[in-house]
Every structure is written in structure tokens, then in C-alpha cells.
């Protein structure tokens, strides 16, 4: 807003003239720089004013927007005798409205540590004045874009100031994140001002941190399948870049890594120097040759351990009593142990028709171990069968026991399968003799006969069903084809067939097949 001021002529002798003939033009000037004169309310410019004749005063109005003790000085051209007139003025500043940052911070820092040139913010009015009545509290806040748009995620301290005289003199600000930050510099709702980036690096070490982990489930004397990375880092977690220090890995049996494991842990190289270019230090061939649970502790002189989460260190899968064959229907208790319970059994190759049950339900599993019946299917020849066992491990392990189920293993009369009658016109009988050739369990035999056309063919003497037939007993049946009789008498020309089927008494089954021609 424009003050009116008022000028007047006078003589020289200080009396009040109105005799101005043709008007007396009077300078006006100050000696701010951001001065502005009216001639009338603030609506036209003028360095000057025109005192009219017959009038000893003239108005004219004076804005300034810089603030501070100023002049307004007035003359008049053309007097022969010039008496020139001044009058001292303040020009108060105008209403705070933005923060600016006249001492920049360093442009490096230390993790947590105060930067060496601390900035310096003003809190100015529209026209860039000072508000040295101004006490605000000024916050710093970190950003990682130039232009303080993206907030940082580290922490800053020393970072909030009360100005004094509309200045905010920072003495501690610091920055605990490595990376560039910014500063915006905040108050209320005043304009924010940004300040230039600060390089921060890492302060001095101070603990060891399992940047890798090692892999929690890792089997005896072997590699462990992730090898561990230790990283060296500062108070505030920032890696310690240029670090070297020489890192040990021990395995503890309990968490927290309070007591020491009895096993034996090695490695490619242990200790381990950090390799100064990146802080860390990257293990290779780190394994334990003992079945148990354990803790990797890392060390190094004074800086604060590292301890791994549990890790389970186990023995190899094994199928501790693999069998070579079995009868049929013979249950087998298979013994595990190693690998990462609890275990899974299936028959990956099923010729018999054998079945995997639970816990072993013939006897006591033995201590440490875990224990499941497989019984061997009622195959007639012998056959091949696959045990697995597979454990829990997060890559699982299996172990497998290819196992011959010998079967019933019946023959008749030496000879091979099929039984050939010929051809034939007329009826013959033949007498098989069935043989137990020890693989079946004694007991009594099923013996059953089935032709495929019951007009040709028909059994005669059976002494084998339901006989009790021993290792390496015999028994014996006849059977009749009915090459000139068959069909009630009228034989049709062709190739028929029968089987006789044996089961013993352990449930292994045999089939012998018959055939014959009518020509």
C-alpha cells in the first residue's frame, strides 16, 4: 500500500509561498533500489510533482518493498538558490512467505555423523525481505530427488532449528541412510527450498550380518547348497564398503549361538577376509559332518556376531535292509533312517499288485529309525518290484530297493507254457502233473479248469485241489479234449483252447494254457 506524503514550498526564509507562477515541479527520489512514486493513488507512476500556482502543497505517494531504514529526498530545478529537503522512512517487511537456503550443506557426509558445513535458512517475506522478527522452527527433511520429491527411508537428526531473527542456523543436522540426500527445508505453510545433495558413506564398522544365508536343511560332509555371505556393516546397517576384516565361521548348537556344536564344520577358506570393495565376505565349501540341528556364528575382533537361524544337518536317505527277493505276499519291514522325516513309502514299479501299509505291525522298529511294511503282491511268475522311500527335505531325497517277487512258480510236468494237444480226430487224455517248486508257501492249492468251449474239452482225475502241496510235493490231473466226440458227436474243424489255473496257498498264481486243432 502507497503512503501519501506532502510537500510545500517556502521562501528562504522558511515562510509558506503560493507564489508559484506556471507551478513549481518538484524531484522526488530515495535511496532504495525497490522504490515506486505516484503522482496520484497509486495508479500513476512519477518521479516528480507539480506544485500549482497559487498553492503552497502538493501530494504524491511512495511504496517500497525493500525493507529496512531508507530516505526520501526532494529538490526543485531551476532555482537560482536550491534548498534541498529530506525525510527518513522504515519500511517493514511484508508477511513471511517462503524459506530460503543461503548456506548449503557439505557436499559429504558420514553416516550419522554431523556434515561439516551446516546450512543456514532464512525465513523471508514475497519480496525476499528478512523476518528478523521471526522465531519459526525450521525441519530438514531428507529426499533422494534433486527437486526433494522422493522421500528418503533413512533417518535424520539434529534436523529441526528455531530461527532467530528470521534465521535458522543448523549446528548437528546429520543423515544415517548411505546414499544422496537432499534437505527440504519446512515451516508451516511457508514456501519449502531444497537444498543440494550431500554424498552420505558408511561410518565405521561395526556388526557382522548374514547378507546370504546359508541353506536350513543341508546333508552330512556335503556342500552346503547355499553358501553363506557375511556383510560388514555400520551402526545405522550400511554396508561397510572398504572393509577387509577377517570373518570366522564357527557352528553352535543351540540359538543365539551361546555353546559350541561337537561336529565339525569346514570350509574353502576359514577365516574369511572381506573382500574391500563391497564389505562382504562369500564363503565356498562350507559343510558339517554331524546329523543335527546347528547355528552359524560369524566373528570378527570387535565387531558384534552374526548368528544364522537353525539349520538341519542330516545323515543320507537310506533303505537301511534292502531286500534282494521275496515270496509272494511276504511282508517286508523296511528300516529308515537319515534324510528329513517325516518319510513318504510308494511302489514305483508295482508288478506284483503289492501294497505299502504304515508302521511296521511284525515287530519293534528299531531306535532312531522309522519303520513300514510293504507286502509283495500274489504274482504267478516272477517279477520285479521298486521300493521308495522319499523324505520331507525342501529338495526332497528318495532312496529305492529294486526287490524279485519269485511268484508261485508252479510247473507241470517240466514242460513249457502252452500245453499243445496237436492236431487231432480223436479224444485224448493227458495227466499234468503240477510241481511246487519251492518258492510257495506250503499249504493247500486251488486248482481250477476252464475251457473255452465246454463241449471240447473236460476234466477228469484232480488230485490237487485243495491238496496240501509241500515244497517240491506233486500232484496231478487229467484233462480229456474231445477231438471225435466234442459237440454230442459232430466235431466242428478248428483251434480251441482251456487253461488250468493254480493258486497257492500263500496266494501266488500260476495259468498253464491247452490248446488243440480238429482238423
Known amino acids: 500500500v502507497a503512503t501519501a506524503i506532502t510537500v510545500r514550498t517556502k521562501d528562504q526564509y522558511g515562510n509558506i509561498t503560493t507564489d508559484n507562477p506556471g507551478g513549481t515541479t518538484v524531484n522526488i527520489s530515495t535511496d532504495s533500489s525497490a522504490e515506486t512514486m505516484y503522482s496520484d493513488a497509486c495508479s500513476t507512476g512519477s518521479g516528480t510533482v507539480v506544485v500549482a500556482d497559487a498553492s503552497s502543497t502538493q501530494t504524491f505517494y511512495y511504496k517500497d518493498t525493500l525493507a529496512g531504514g531508507h530516505n526520501i529526498n526532494v529538490s526543485v530545478a531551476g532555482f537560482t538558490t536550491q534548498n534541498a529537503d529530506s525525510a527518513a522512512y522504515t519500511i517493514d517487511p511484508a508477511a513471511a512467505n517462503k524459506l530460503i537456503i543461503t548456506t548449503e550443506p557439505s557436499g559429504t557426509g558420514t553416516a550419522g555423523s554431523a556434515v561439516a558445513q551446516q546450512p543456514v535458512v532464512e525465513i523471508r517475506d514475497t519480496y525476499d525481505n528478512v523476518r528478523t522478527a521471526d522465531t519459526d522452527t525450521i525441519t530438514m527433511t531428507g529426499y533422494t530427488a534433486s527437486n526433494c520429491t522422493s522421500a528418503s527411508g533413512g533417518t535424520s537428526t539434529g534436523n529441526t532449528k528455531a530461527a532467530a531473527s528470521g534465521v535458522a542456523t543448523f549446528t548437528a543436522l546429520a543423515h544415517q541412510l548411505v546414499e544422496t540426500v537432499y534437505f527440504k527445508a519446512t515451516t508451516g505453510g511457508l514456501t519449502?527450498?531444497?537444498?543440494?545433495?550431500?554424498?552420505?558413506?558408511?561410518?565405521?564398522?561395526?556388526?557382522?550380518?548374514?547378507?546370504?544365508?546359508?541353506?536350513?536343511?543341508?546333508?552330512?560332509?556335503?556342500?552346503?547348497?547355499t553358501q553363506p555371505i557375511v556383510e560388514v556393516q555400520d551402526q545405522y546397517s550400511n554396508i561397510a564398503l572398504t572393509a577387509t576384516d577377517s570373518i570366522t565361521l564357527a557352528a553352535h548348537d543351540a540359538g543365539g549361538c551361546g555353546s559350541v556344536a561337537g561336529g565339525t564344520l569346514s570350509a574353502s577358506s576359514n577365516p574369511l577376509a572381506a573382500n574391500g570393495t563391497n564389505g562382504t565376505a562369500t564363503f565356498a565349501g562350507v559343510q558339517y559332518d554331524t546329523a543335527e540341528t546347528i547355528y552359524l556364528k560369524a566373528t570378527s575382533g570387535g565387531l558384534t556376531m552374526a548368528c544364522s537361524g537353525a539349520l538341519v544337518i542330516y545323515a543320507p536317505l537310506t533303505i537301511d535292509d534292502k531286500e534282494v527277493s521275496v515270496n509272494t505276499l511276504t511282508v517286508t519291514m523296511y528300516e529308515i533312517s537319515g534324510g528329513i522325516g517325516p518319510y513318504?513309502?510308494?511302489?514305483?514299479?508295482?508288478?506284483?499288485?503289492?501294497?505299502?501299509?504304515?508302521?511296521?505291525?511284525?515287530?519293534?522298529?528299531?531306535?532312531?529309525?522309522?519303520?513300514?511294511?510293504?507286502?509283495?503282491?500274489?504274482?504267478?511268475?516272477?517279477?520285479?518290484?521298486?521300493?521308495?522311500?522319499?523324505?520331507?527335505?525342501?529338495?526332497?531325497?528318495?532312496?529305492?530297493?529294486?526287490?524279485?517277487?519269485?511268484?508261485?512258480?508252479?510247473?507241470?510236468?517240466?514242460?513249457?507254457?502252452?500245453?499243445?494237444?496237436?492236431?487231432?480226430?480223436?479224444?485224448?487224455?493227458?495227466?499234468?502233473?503240477?510241481?511246487?517248486?519251492?518258492n510257495t508257501t506250503s499249504g493247500a492249492i486251488t486248482v481250477t479248469f476252464t475251457p473255452d468251449d465246454a463241449a471240447y474239452w473236460t476234466a477228469g482225475a484232480d488230485t490237487c485241489d485243495t491238496t496240501d502241496l509241500g515244497a517240491t510235493s506233486t500232484c496231478s490231473i487229467d484233462i480229456t479234449f474231445l477231438g471225435a466226440t466234442g459237440n454230442a458227436s459232430s466235431p466242428v474243424s478248428g483251434p480251441y483252447t482251456a487253461t488250468i489255473t493254480v493258486v497257492g496257498a500263500s496266494g501266488g498264481t500260476q495259468t498253464f494254457n491247452l490248446t488243440a486243432t480238429i482238423p
Not at 199 to 207: F, G, R
Request: include cysteine; aromatic fraction near 6%.
Open 192 to 225: 519449502a527450498d531444497c537444498t543440494t545433495g550431500v554424498v552420505i558413506s558408511a561410518a565405521a564398522p561395526n556388526k557382522l550380518v548374514f547378507k546370504t544365508a546359508p541353506s536350513n536343511e543341508n546333508q552330512t560332509s556335503t556342500n552346503f547348497g
Open 344 to 438: 513318504t513309502p510308494s511302489i514305483t514299479t508295482n508288478n506284483s499288485g503289492g501294497s505299502v501299509g504304515g508302521m511296521y505291525t511284525g515287530g519293534a522298529c528299531p531306535g532312531g529309525k522309522s519303520c513300514f511294511d510293504w507286502t509283495a503282491g500274489a504274482t504267478g511268475n516272477a517279477v520285479s518290484d521298486t521300493m521308495e522311500i522319499a523324505d520331507s527335505a525342501t529338495a526332497t531325497n528318495t532312496d529305492t530297493d529294486a526287490v524279485t517277487v519269485n511268484g508261485a512258480d508252479f510247473d507241470i510236468d517240466g514242460t513249457s507254457d502252452p500245453e499243445a494237444y496237436g492236431t487231432t480226430g480223436i479224444d485224448v487224455t493227458n495227466t499234468f502233473v503240477v510241481v511246487n517248486n519251492g
